[in-house]
């Protein structure tokens, strides 16, 4: 008989079964894995909190910023003719001037100094015209309480029926461009000699 072949009543061998595993794999701990999950998602949840909290602190400022530019733009717009509108205070000073050098009683006693003295009062009211629709205020406080942020105090004026403090007379008026101090008002501050009323000590701080 060949010896390659196999005989009739003998059947192949069969490969050998793998040898079952000493011991099992343990099963995982389920408590741990929920732990670990929960202390990650807690971990996302205050990275979330944190990047929302700085979302809306950069909006917050971003807005500050463009109210902050709004503010610069319009007050460049107000405010852009404040060197112009000082520079014409000097003619407002000169058309009252020229009003001073002729008193309201002698205009009678020449026509032409009447005359004269109507059209610089017509030329002045419509230079005061022009002046309030750039939005340029005078300020003539006569009888009005002393304001130190805009009026200037050159001296005191004792002996009037004003409280302390009241502006007894102006000097030269003061002049606002929309909310902003272009020049003060210089004025003279009444002392009464009650003391009434007015500054608490009697006296007005004449240089404010």
């Given at each position: 008989?060949?010896e ?15 040898a ?12 741990a ?7 990650r ?8 909190a944190e990047?929302r ?14 109210k902050?530019s709004?503010?610069h ?14 520079d014409?205070l ?18 009678d ?13 017509a ?25 130190p ?5 050159m ?10 403090g ?12 929309h909310d ?22 009697g ?6």
């Amino acid at each position: 008989m060949n010896e390659n072949e196999t005989p009739e009543n003998e059947s192949p061998a069969e490969p050998d079964a793998p040898a079952p595993a000493n011991d099992a794999a343990p099963d995982a701990d389920p408590g741990a894995a929920v732990a670990g999950a929960d202390d990650r998602t807690a971990e996302l949840e205050a990275q979330v909190a944190e990047l929302r909290d700085q979302l809306l602190r950069a909006m917050a400022e971003t807005e500050n910023m463009r109210k902050r530019s709004e503010r610069h733009v319009q007050d460049a717009h107000k405010f852009a003719v404040t060197g112009f509108a000082r520079d014409i205070l000097q003619v407002a000073d000169n058309l009252e001037r020229a009003l001073d050098a002729v008193p309201e009683e002698r205009r009678d006693e020449h026509e032409l100094l009447g005359v004269l003295a109507e059209g610089v009062k017509a030329v002045q009211a419509s230079f005061f015209q022009v002046m309030e629709a750039n939005h340029i205020k005078r300020l003539d406080p006569m009888g009005e309480a002393f304001d130190p942020n805009m009026h200037e105090a050159m001296f005191e004026v004792p002996g009037t029926d004003l409280p302390n403090g009241t502006v007894a007379q102006v000097i030269q008026p003061g002049y606002q461009l929309h909310d902003r101090l272009l020049r003060p008002a210089r004025v003279g501050v009444a002392k009464s000699a009650g003391g009434e009323s007015g500054a608490d000590d009697g006296k007005v701080d004449t240089t404010a």
